[in-house]
């Protein structure tokens, strides 16, 4: 079956342009993540959406930063006035998600590669 | 607070070579659940194990087995027999019931290994 994807593969943007990255996840997987990789940062959390629960937006780190999961399904993150430390590869994953949520296996996306000029 | 910590930075072997690759966690949660994931040069995330705190068993897949103690609070990953396809980066993550959802990555081991 597929798996999680995520488009654009690589984006190009100048400091202080909005961007949009979408996500699309395993059909049928409930729960919903998007990770940052930076060369300093290593792989942070951003948010996860699990089902109809408020989103836990604990990781994003300015308010520049937003996602929403439309259906259920597919994700968008958008970061608006980009600066150049928000360069790094983001990272999708989806899991399926029953009771509390604990421990189930994030199955992650190629990613979206942003560069921040 | 939850850390994973992989001390070891970058690891270089010769093919056919056994290594081992570290990984230390942090957790008050008495419910856990340890990862291990490998990101080659293409960049994808690939899932490799997971390990929940109540089964402290090893495990083996092929050449690949992982070493889960408690007592260590370690759960390391060996690869026996290395193969060139094995050169990635490899995460250890950890994620418990304080943290629904959240993965706690630790920093990586970049692995080499030479034909």
């Known amino acids: 079956g597929a798996g999680v994807s995520q488009s654009p593969s690589n984006k190009v943007t100048e400091k202080g342009k909005d961007v949009e990255l979408r996500c699309d996840p395993i059909s049928g997987h409930t729960a919903l993540y998007w990770y940052r990789q930076s060369l300093g940062q290593g792989l942070e959390f951003l948010i996860y959406?699990?089902?109809?629960?408020?989103?836990?937006k604990s990781g994003l780190p300015s308010d520049r930063f937003s996602a929403e999961r439309t259906g259920g399904s597919v994700s968008t993150l958008t970061i608006q006035r980009t600066q150049q430390e928000d360069s790094a590869v983001y990272l999708c994953?989806?899991?399926?998600?029953?009771?509390?949520?604990?421990?189930?296996?994030?199955?992650f996306g190629p990613g979206t590669r942003l560069l921040v000029l | 607070a939850q850390k994973v910590t992989q001390a070891q930075t970058e690891i270089s072997v010769v093919e056919k070579e056994d290594v081992t690759l570290d990984c230390v966690y942090e957790t008050r949660d008495t419910t856990y659940y340890l990862f291990w994931y490998k990101q080659p040069p293409s960049g994808e995330l690939v899932f490799l194990i997971r390990?929940?705190?109540?089964?402290?068993q090893n495990e083996i897949s092929g050449r690949y087995s992982w070493n889960f103690q408690k007592s260590t609070s370690s759960f390391n990953f060996t690869i026996t027999a290395s193969q060139v396809v094995d050169s990635a980066v490899y995460f250890c993550a950890l994620t418990g019931s304080s943290n629904t959802g959240k993965l706690i990555f630790g920093q990586g081991t970049t692995l080499q290994v030479k034909p």
């Open positions: 959406f699990q089902g109809n629960s408020a989103p836990d």
């Open positions: 390990r929940n705190s109540f089964d402290e």
């Open positions: 994953a989806s899991s399926f998600t029953s009771g509390q949520g604990v421990g189930e296996t994030q199955y």
